[in-house]
């Protein structure tokens, strides 16, 4: 045989490309090199609303596409395509419609902070939209391999988003600090990978679960092993305790409306591989990883919350409020059931929202240089601003689980799948870990309505002449602050989703129940 | 171990020998260089000759990547980090920076080589289904890895094009020189945070 008929591509099967179920994440990615092109074809930097409005656009081309491919799914059944290593089923899609509409409210919300703060827009929204995708994928992948290089592109494009305001030493430290940690916990996870296929001989997830289904392994230590160092890798990227400890330093250091976009985007994706790596290809292992999920579960959610206790710094607060939130879904998880994955998908919509308005708000506060994140700049805000201070108070009481908002049927739901698969202990756990997390919540609200007055002296400020083109040293008064229109917007949207889903629940949680898997 | 070696032809034992000189030597190199120019050089050779062991043992597609990625990218990767940094500067390489180091490193290495060993006398790593397949049959293991690629794992491998596009936009983003501090550096930097009394800002910019 000559060497040239042994590389004659006699027999190779290319494998069949469905580009209509792929058009979500290739719009955000040809969106990418639009963004890019145009701002390297334009000979002067032009204003970051142009930008947004483009990130918007694409992300609601991503959006339409999505729903397209929702309706087809719901109609015509879900299938795989690309030699089975993306799942187009509900639940894949149901984070392909979440994430273009992360990407939309996270664009409009980025906009108004990179004009107030003066930065370049274009590679900031280029960025996202590639995280987008990451994250896209990841809900989508039906392949080890896959899911490693989705979790990659998601997670790389957000530790430079964390360092985006680089005059800033905390936003280095923060992009740093995510980068190493980020790059070690992919290290464990991959070497999870290759202990799983040396394990299993496939790093295909349902021939994974048809290998686990049909065959009884004697000594499973090397699979046990790899499901370990895949919950740690997975773990480290939604924030479980005890693998949370960059977060609280990200959190604070990163810009603060990446922090929100960082928190909805990395949760969604890496939630979303998580459930469908556990619930769907390791079910018949639940005697062994189930145990362990339970009691990072029950850590994170305690911890979570009693470390936000004792916050004095907002976006810490936010960061370790954002653990206990992780708890929550890790209890969906816990389940092991259709109702559990639905109650974890239905968390991370709630979640999403919740904390894009959350950091939105924090982000103005924090006025321009992004540094007032005391809890102290919180005081008398609603006598400063009323509807922002009431747009927060509905946002952090939403994250509290109070009814009449998403969050109240997003802890409702966990508890509820928790209780079907009958883990009352940590039902209880997540309960009591809610209850003390209304504090925390409930204390910055009570300083936004407080009328004690935190120093008497800033009231003397005169209000100087404010814009006007000329660019004089004005001293801006305590009592203005500045919410640009196009975060009015973001919050808006935020606000909306979490007040309108909250009171008119039914579709919200009819769309999370079709959001099933195709293997299952 | 001498019913191993006669299992292996001579030209095999020759490369083998060969190869594996190189890669001692060039492995002490790099540990006893003084000069870091030497010892990354002897890095060099140690890799090489890692690559022509996997030549040896068929995996030619190994082979090419150890040359291309290691001794290609990595040590030119250190090479300019040495010269960057300044090839006059003597470090004391030879000096320990930590107290017993040295013999730490001693003891992880005897611990590894154990683990080698022990691995390699055994076969109970794993459950059933051995996961290992012909090398070269029915095609080279070139030819099989690149219909891997371009079948079971082509949307894989096209999504690390997105990589390298982060990688350039991260660059661009990371790499960008800033003339203008913070309008406010001055005024907040030492403000204790909260104190709602003072915030000024340059308006109308």
Known sequence: ?520 | MGGLVATVSLPDLATFLVAAVILVGGALGVVLGRNPVHAALSLVATLLAVAVLFVEENAQFLAAVQIIVYTGAIVVLFLFVIMLLGIDRRERALVDQFRGQRFVALGLGALVLAEVLLLGTGHWTTGAHATTGALNRPLSNVAQLGRAIFTTYLLPFEITSALLVVAVVAAVVLARRFDAPHDDERTLEGDPAGDAGDESEVAGR
């Open chain 1, 1 to 520: 045989m000559t060497p040239f008929a042994a590389l004659a591509p006699a027999g190779l099967a290319i494998p069949h490309i469905d580009y209509t179920a792929l058009l979500p994440e290739l719009i955000l990615l040809g969106g990418v090199l639009v963004l890019i092109g145009v701002s390297a074809m334009t000979p002067r930097r032009l204003p970051t609303g142009v930008y947004a409005t483009m990130t918007v656009a694409i992300a609601a081309a991503a959006l339409v596409a999505s729903l397209r491919l929702w309706r087809d799914v719901q109609n015509h059944g879900a299938f795989t395509t690309v030699a089975h290593s993306v799942d187009v089923d509900g639940f894949a899609v149901y984070f392909l419609v979440l994430v273009s509409c992360i990407l939309i409210v996270a664009a409009i919300i980025g906009s108004g902070y990179l004009r107030r703060e003066g930065i370049a827009g274009c590679e900031y929204y280029a960025l996202a939209l590639i995280s987008g995708s990451g994250a896209m994928l990841m809900a989508s992948a039906n392949d080890l391999i896959f899911i490693f290089l989705a979790l990659e592109v998601l997670s790389i494009p957000l530790y430079v988003m964390a360092g985006f305001d680089r005059r800033r030493p905390t936003s280095q430290e923060a992009a740093i600090k995510y980068f190493v940690l980020g790059a070690f916990s992919s290290a464990v996870f991959v070497y999870g990978i290759a202990l799983v296929y040396g394990a299993t001989g496939s790093t295909n997830l349902p021939e994974i679960g048809a290998f686990l289904a049909h065959n009884v392994i004697t000594a499973n230590g090397v699979l046990l092993a790899g499901i370990a160092l895949l919950i740690v890798g997975f773990s480290f990227k939604v924030a479980a305790v005890p693998f949370h400890m960059w977060t609280p330093d990200v959190y604070q250091g990163a810009p603060t409306p990446v922090t929100g976009f960082m928190a909805a985007l990395a949760k969604a994706g890496g939630f979303a591989a998580f459930l469908r790596v556990f619930v769907a290809t390791f079910p018949t292992l639940r005697g062994d990883w189930q145990p362990v999920i339970w009691a990072l579960a029950a850590l994170t959610l305690v911890g979570g919350a009693i470390v936000a206790l004792a916050q004095r710094d907002v976006k810490r607060m936010l960061a370790y409020s954002s653990i206990n939130h992780a708890g929550f879904v890790l209890i969906g998880l816990q389940a092991v059931t259709t109702k559990g994955v639905a109650a974890s998908a239905y968390y991370l919509f709630a979640y999403a929202f919740m904390v894009l308005g959350s950091f939105a708000v924090v982000g103005v506060v924090g006025a321009k240089g992004d540094r007032r994140h005391d809890l102290e700049a919180y005081r008398g805000l609603a006598a400063r601003n009323p509807v922002l201070a009431t747009v927060f108070s509905v946002l952090l009481l939403a994250q509290a689980g109070v009814p009449f908002t998403t969050g109240f049927f997003a802890k409702f739901y966990v508890i509820a799948a928790s209780v079907g698969a009958h883990s009352y202990a940590l039902a209880v756990v997540a309960m009591a870990s809610a209850a003390i997390a209304v504090f925390f919540y409930l204390r910055v609200v009570l300083l936004m309505y407080s009328t004690q007055p935190a120093d008497p002296g800033d009231e003397a400020t005169t209000p100087g002449p404010a814009g006007g083109g000329v660019a004089t040293l004005v001293r801006i008064p305590v009592g203005r602050l500045v919410v640009q229109p196009s975060i009015a917007l973001g919050l808006a949207v935020s606000v909306g989703v979490t007040v309108v889903f909250g009171v008119w629940p039914q579709p919200l949680i009819d769309f999370t129940r079709a959001a099933t898997f195709i293997f299952h």
